[in-house]
Nanobody, 122 residues
Framework: QVQLVESGGGLVQAGGSLRLSCAAS????????MGWFHQAPGKEREFVAA????????YYADSVKGRFTISRDNAKNTVYLQMNSLKPEDTAIYYC???????????????WGRGTQVTVSS
């Protein structure tokens, strides 16, 4: 079992920045690929970014490339999502997730946090 807790969400104006954190406890954090997903009201959960177990490779949705950066600190059991140049369409609940294998599909992730709300005002 892996327990995940997100933090860092909030209300920000368009063009602003937020840094999300996801703290993990339980089994060895470095054994898991970590992903960030978001879900807006009435929409399906969508892939945002993922990072491999060592942090050596990262992957992004086209909509966030160049604006968001995923990183991890295996010594602190934490994964981060730095979000810059935020847009109103980034408004959603953001979830972190863990999986032994890299995937951009939320259905393939085994462990989830409860999410943190990000609201971007225009």
């Amino acid at each position: 079992q892996v327990q995940l807790v997100e933090s860092g969400g909030g209300l920000v104006q368009a063009g602003g920045s937020l840094r999300l954190s996801c703290a993990a406890s339980g089994r060895t954090f470095s054994s898991y690929t970590m992903g960030w997903f978001h879900q807006a009201p009435g929409k399906e959960r969508e892939f945002v970014a993922a990072i491999t177990r060592s942090g050596g490779s990262t992957y992004y949705a086209d909509s966030v490339k160049g604006r968001f950066t995923i990183s991890r600190d295996n010594a602190k059991n934490t994964v981060y999502l730095q979000m810059n140049s935020l847009k109103p369409e980034d408004t959603a609940i953001y979830y972190c997730a863990a999986n032994p294998r890299l995937s951009i599909y939320y259905t393939q992730y085994d462990y989830w946090g409860r999410g943190t709300q990000v609201t971007v005002s225009s």
